[in-house]
């Protein structure tokens, strides 16, 4: 694993991510997304004589804390003695691990690594005969209760890590037009999770703890994409609500005098077809393409979850505000079309 990358590792979110969150307003033109859209809005401005306004900021409620989130855990305990008893079948390794240092603040995504070990190598010491009956016993009682708090153990993973918990926080950036990248990855990782999350349900210890969830977590960290993905649904969504909002304040008999064709008609058609067809529109369906593959995995793998309902209203109800407000602008402009008809 990259050394720069650890669930661990990363800054700390700070009190604004824990307070009521804001959808960035973007500036300047070194987003490539905004800075397509912000030319198709000022070209239809300067064409209607209209000072187009940027949208205003968008609530964003913030996601239930980690500390609303976290299930308390009884630890089990082993003495000195036992454990070393238990270097007969191997377990002894583990289990100093857990005993270690940095076994004491291991990371949602370890702490979920080592129980999953833990169940699949402590079944061989349960038959081994030089395991003390007494120990076996102490063992077997051990796993059936690591196996009843494998559940909260998923949960503090899914609810807790910081990697996971930053891909569900808007950022800073939309998703670059004409660009997939980070798409295949973000899907192989969450399948990969998927089928951790089915190994559990099943209790098949030994598929399970042969995943590493936090090569799943690098590969989403890196990708970014699920975080871009909802600021790019977001935003689109607000900025083209705005946009209409104000189309829709146009006397259209500013564009064509008495119901009869113009230039400027012919001006705006030529936007139509070279910037919003060509380049917005485009975008958007490139944002739903990712939104289409990347969401259900999501919606599926925080099913139950207290994370569910947040994520919910992030992605899937931002993507039908943004087809409202696309089929809302293509009436605009048919409007238009119906308005200044070529002879």
């Not at 239930?64 to 007969?88: D, F, G, N, Q």
């Not at 994520?311 to 505000?321: C, F, G, K, V």
């Amino acid at each position: 694993m990259a050394k720069f990358y650890s669930s661990n590792r990363q800054q700390p979110f700070t009190k604004a991510h824990i307070l009521v969150a804001v959808v960035f307003v973007l500036s300047g033109c070194s987003d490539p997304a905004l800075s397509l859209m912000n030319d198709y809005a000022a070209r239809l401005g300067r064409t209607l004589a209209l000072e187009i306004q940027d949208p205003a900021p968008l609530d964003l409620q913030p996601l239930p804390s980690i500390t609303e989130t976290r299930a308390k855990i009884v630890e089990s305990r082993i003495t000195m003695v036992e454990l070393v008893a238990t270097r007969a079948c191997g377990l002894d390794l583990l289990l100093g691990e857990r005993n270690s240092s940095l076994g004491k603040v291991m990371s949602p995504s370890q702490r979920l690594k080592y129980e999953l070990e833990f169940l699949k190598q402590v079944q061989p010491c349960l038959t081994n005969p030089d395991i003390a009956p007494e120990l076996q016993q102490k063992l077997s009682g051990l796993a059936l209760e690591k196996t009843a708090q494998i559940d909260q153990h998923w949960r503090n993973f899914l609810q807790q890590d910081e990697t996971l918990r930053q891909q569900l926080h808007p950022s800073r950036s939309l998703s670059a037009p004409n660009s997939v990248a980070g798409v295949v990855e973000t899907m192989q990782a969450l399948h990969s999770l998927l089928g951790l999350k089915q190994h559990i349900l099943e209790q098949n210890w030994q598929k399970a703890s042969q995943i590493d969830p936090e090569l799943a977590l690098e590969a989403l960290y890196k990708a970014n994409t699920l975080s871009q993905m909802q600021q790019s649904l977001r935003f689109s969504q607000n900025w083209l609500q705005s946009l209409n909002q104000q189309l829709e304040q146009v006397d259209l008999n500013l564009i064509c005098p008495a119901a009869k064709h113009s230039g400027k008609a012919d001006i705006l058609n030529t936007i139509l077809l070279q910037y919003f067809i060509a380049k917005v529109q485009v975008y958007f369906a490139q944002t739903d393409g990712a939104y289409q593959q990347l969401y259900p995995l999501l919606q599926q793998l925080y099913q139950g979850t207290a994370l569910s309902h947040s994520i919910q209203q992030r992605l899937e109800a931002s993507n039908t505000a943004l087809k409202a407000e696309l089929k809302r602008h293509v009436s605009w402009w048919k409007a238009v079309q119906q308005h200044c008809p070529k002879t």
